[in-house]
């Protein structure tokens, strides 16, 4: 026999037992982001290398371990880790920046980072997620961010928690970057190699090292004084202030947390992070933020804008298991002629119904039919001479006779 082939490390079908859920939180997503207003982009899993370098930070972990990168007649080719970068090139490449802002985005789909495979981490895996384009006010933030949990609550997650802090401007936070810097300065030795890397090019992204000795130099008093310290200039403050006044009034329960800082480059001002007690070390859901900086950064207007993305798999694994669903019915007959009549009368009305394709014996139709349907249509040689079909409730057991002109699943 020839060998197996199996699926990549870090991949993963979604088999037929489990595609009800991801098409269920699909549709609860269509609705709930629809209902805000956004309408689907969906953009190519291929892109430029550039976008992503350019785009989500040459400091980040995805742009310097996690992608997935090669070459095509002579272009380099990735394939996309996150979708921000997309969408924004998109944005920028269609002019929307024509339309009346806000421009409102939202997308699904799989995204690739080369990650060691863990519970809650794939190399494939999928991301939904909302863009808006063109409102630098903290109401934009604060509709984003309702957003996520109206979507949330859809799915059944009512009780996850809502984290936020604010990172300032560019301004404010060089500031803010230079004061943690010299605070360290003195354990820089001490640091893991990612913190010492990073030390120079994104200090803030150090206190988002989960790394323990790492984490002790920066429980420690004087540096706490540093992060815990209000470094947002007035505007930078007052917006933090505005959006949790809108969170506040709307009845979104949420958190500060000044250790938050994400970890990709462009945010500015809010970023947030969605997360579950039930996930283990993978706990984040959801993450997103403002990135005032991005569309300029990628070569359109400057343009205000903020989002998140969700990690598909990490949303259903929280999900209460559901049964595949049955076909409306299940037509039980020697006569495949006449069922595959009947199936299509039914089927053209938008019932899901299947038959024995294979001379089957009559008791195991009927059999098969009490496994994989709601209804058994029984279709014997009375039936097929009056007109009529036998339909048998299968949870039930009550069986009545119709007129096949009447009949409805
Ligand atoms: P993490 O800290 O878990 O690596 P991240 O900051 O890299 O998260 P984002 O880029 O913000 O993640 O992606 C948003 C969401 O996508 C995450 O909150 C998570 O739910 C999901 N996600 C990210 N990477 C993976 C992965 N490798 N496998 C499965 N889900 C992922
Ligand atoms: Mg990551």
Redesign the pocket.
């Known amino acids: 026999m020839a060998q197996i082939i199996k699926v990549l490390k ?1 991949t993963k079908d979604i088999l037929p037992q489990d595609v009800d859920m991801w098409q269920f939180v699909e549709e609860k997503a269509q609705k709930i982001f629809g209902a805000y207003g956004f309408k689907e982009i969906r953009t190519p899993i291929i892109e430029v290398t550039d976008l992503f370098s350019r785009g989500v930070g040459d400091t980040t ?2 742009v310097n371990k ?1 992608m997935y990168t090669f070459e095509k007649s002579e272009r380099s080719i990735t394939l996309r ?2 979708n921000t970068a997309g969408v924004v090139r998109s944005y920028i490449e269609n002019g929307m920046a024509r339309l009346s802002a806000p421009v409102k985005l939202w997308y699904k789909g799989p ?1 690739f ?1 080369y ?1 060691r ?1 863990q519970a ?8 939904v ?1 909302v863009e808006m384009f063109g409102i630098k006010q903290p109401a934009a933030d604060a509709e984003v961010i309702m957003s996520a949990v109206d979507f949330l609550k859809s799915i059944g997650l009512n009780d996850l928690e809502v984290e936020i802090n604010s990172l300032g401007c560019p301004k404010c936070r060089a500031e803010f970057k230079e004061k943690l810097k010299s605070v360290l300065r003195p354990y820089l030795n001490d640091l893991c190699e990612d913190c010492q890397n990073r030390y120079e090019k994104n200090p803030l992204r150090l206190l ?1 090292c989960k790394v323990e000795d790492c984490q002790k130099i920066y429980s420690k008093p004087e540096i706490q004084k540093v992060i815990m310290s209000d470094f947002l200039c007035d505007e930078c403050r007052e917006h933090y202030t505005e959006l949790k006044s809108y969170l506040d009034a709307m009845g979104v329960k949420y958190s500060e947390n000044k250790l938050l800082v ?3 480059d462009y945010y500015t001002r809010t970023v947030f ?2 997360k579950s007690n039930n996930l283990g070390s ?7 933020g403002r990135y005032d900086g991005l569309v300029s950064q990628l070569g359109g207007e400057d343009t205000p804008a903020v989002g ?8 259903i694994s929280l999900l209460p298991e559901k049964n595949s669903k049955k076909l409306d019915g299940y037509i039980v007959s020697n006569n495949t002629q006449e069922a595959f009549k009947l199936a299509q009368e039914l089927r053209n009305q938008g019932c899901s119904v299947e038959f024995d394709l294979a001379n089957k014996k009559f008791t195991k139709q009927l059999e098969k039919a009490s496994k994989v349907a709601q209804k058994a249509l029984i279709l014997g040689e009375d039936e097929i001479s009056n007109g009529q079909v036998s339909v048998k409730n299968l949870e039930t057991g009550e069986q009545i006779v119709v007129d096949r002109k009447n009949l409805k699943l």
Not at 282 to 288: H, I, L, P
Not at 308 to 315: I, N, P, Q, S
């Open positions: 870090g972990d995805i996690e880790p996150e995204m980072r990650e495979p809650g981490r794939q190399r494939q895996f999928h991301q997620g988002d994400r970890g990709l992070e969605i993978q706990n984040a859901v959801c993450g997103g998140f993305a969700m990690g598909m798999e990490r949303l």
